[in-house]
């Protein structure tokens, strides 16, 4: 299944965002575990914040006490609250999920990919 992520933009520094990840074409993907990755030019890959199929969260200190992880409520959302936005939050987000479908499960689903510019 592919993940869509959406809502990334140009904010200014201090402004919110939300990001949604769901799969695409309204394919039945129910989260088990999502995790949200950010990436600038030159950089690896980088984990922002994860929770798990039990609900434990965890988030990359740098956004700690500004971005919130989550799953609606049926689960087949997923969401980055993004609060206090600042420049160097500007990077491509990416939702990486394990989940289920109709009748099966799989792993390490990825979405393509939102950008985030936050200007100063």
């Known amino acids: 299944v592919q993940l869509q992520a959406s809502g990334g933009g140009l904010v200014q520094a201090g402004e919110s965002l939300k990001l949604s990840c769901a799969a695409a074409?309204?394919?039945?993907?129910?989260?088990?575990?999502l995790d949200w990755y950010r990436q600038t030019p030159g950089n690896q890959r980088e984990l922002v914040a994860a929770i798990t199929s039990r609900g434990n969260i965890r988030y990359a200190d740098s956004v700690k006490g500004r971005f919130t992880i989550s799953r609606g409520v049926v689960k087949r959302t997923g969401y980055l609250q993004m609060n206090d936005l600042k420049p160097e939050d500007t990077a491509v987000y990416y939702c990486r999920a394990d989940g289920c479908g109709s009748g099966w499960c799989g792993n390490d689903f990825w979405g393509q990919g939102t950008l985030v510019t936050v200007s100063s």
């Open positions: 074409g309204g394919t039945t993907f129910i989260f088990n575990t």
